[in-house]
């Protein structure tokens, strides 16, 4: 008898998302999760989260304008986005995404432009440019009743939670990709998310409001719960693929067989998450600790950009229809290092902008009836 060898070649692909998408999916992340953290204080009107609400507040903002910059420049040719609204469809969680986004971007400045609004008017008295500008953007001294700020508040964020569903839907959905398509992926967006928020809140606390020991410690406690929610959900994660529960999620765990890279990765992951979870149990329990909650802070916001570029970049790693792992070098260019430190250049900018411009560190309009 004779044999045969027959020799199969597939095409290698690149990658088809850069370290935009990582960006666009961190800020987004961070926007939607401070934005939760202004409920308590702003919407609910509790004297006792307003600072909290003011530092959040900021964060969401900044994040808001920065994040669909980060999209643009993901698809490669900018100019293209008006392709979503010509060519909709109603099948695509991107093409759904295109909708929300421009909505939930308005919808969050409506939002801090009535917090922020008896504080500028104020500051239109002063002298000087600054002064006229806020006459400007406040449009006159007419007083904005609260149900205003309430009723935007919550239209913010019915698209916020438009937004949590379809970024976390749209990587998913993918079946291709075994490490995505998982339900629980959503929802570890949104809490690593929440981390990343709280730490951010806490660092700008630390920096530009006098590192303010209610705000840290509310950051903190968000932080914990939100880190024992993620342990839960990555322990339910696991199982699946274990008890082979889930065929997507067995079919992952036998894609990452034998690789040392990410077992490594999964045991850095797990450390940081420890080391994390444990600094702000000790800082929550030792008031003289709170000062260094900045450190915790540093290291949310590391694991919620680190969750994401794991997932988002080193999965394309994973060969898809070979076996082995393709090979991703970060570029010095704009589509890798330039464009990481680009989009915190710019979200640093915006913020320093508003800070200059607004002054949020005021009574906000939650506290007027």
């Not at 104020?122 to 600054?130: D, K, T």
């Amino acid at each position: 008898m004779n044999s045969m060898a027959i020799e199969v070649l597939t095409p290698r692909y690149g990658i088809a998302w850069y370290p935009w998408a990582v960006q666009y999916f961190f800020m987004i992340a961070v926007s939607y999760s401070a934005l939760l953290l202004t409920v308590p204080g702003l919407i609910f009107g509790n004297k006792n989260y307003q600072p909290l609400a003011k530092v959040a507040l900021l964060v969401t903002v900044t994040c808001t304008l920065v994040g669909p910059v980060a999209l643009l420049a993901d698809l490669h040719q900018p100019l293209r986005f008006w392709h979503f609204y010509a060519n909709l469809n109603t099948q695509s969680w991107m093409s759904i995404g295109s909708l929300l986004l421009p909505l939930y971007l308005v919808m969050v400045l409506a939002y801090a432009w009535l917090a922020w609004r008896p504080a500028m008017q104020e500051q239109a008295q002063e002298p000087g440019w600054i002064g006229k500008l806020s006459g400007w953007i406040s449009m006159g001294s007419w007083q904005a009743p609260r149900w205003m700020l309430v009723l935007a508040g919550l239209g913010a964020l019915a698209f916020a939670f438009g937004i949590m569903l379809y970024t976390g839907a749209e990587v998913a959905i993918l079946k291709s990709r075994p490490l995505w398509h998982t339900n629980w992926l959503p929802v570890m967006f949104v809490l690593t998310g929440l981390v990343a928020a709280s730490g951010l809140v806490v660092l700008i606390n630390r920096l530009m409001t006098g590192n303010d020991e209610e705000i840290n410690r509310q950051g903190l406690k968000v932080i914990f719960v939100s880190m024992a929610l993620a342990a839960i959900v990555a322990a339910l994660w696991v199982s699946e693929g274990i008890t082979g529960f889930s065929p997507s999620v067995e079919a992952a765990f036998e894609s990452l067989k034998g690789n040392a890279e990410w077992r490594l990765v999964a045991i850095y992951g797990l450390a940081v998450g420890i080391v994390l979870t444990l600094a702000t149990i000790a800082m929550l329990r030792r008031p003289g600790w709170m000062t260094r909650a900045w450190i915790a802070g540093l290291l949310a916001v590391h694991i919620g950009w680190t969750f994401r570029w794991m997932v988002l970049m080193e999965v394309q790693t994973v060969a898809k229809n070979t076996a082995g792992y393709y090979q991703y070098a970060v570029e010095a260019g704009s589509s890798g290092l330039l464009g990481i430190v680009g989009t915190f250049g710019l979200w640093l900018a915006a913020l320093l902008i508003i800070d200059i411009l607004v002054p949020w560190k005021k009574g906000l309009q939650a506290g007027s009836h």
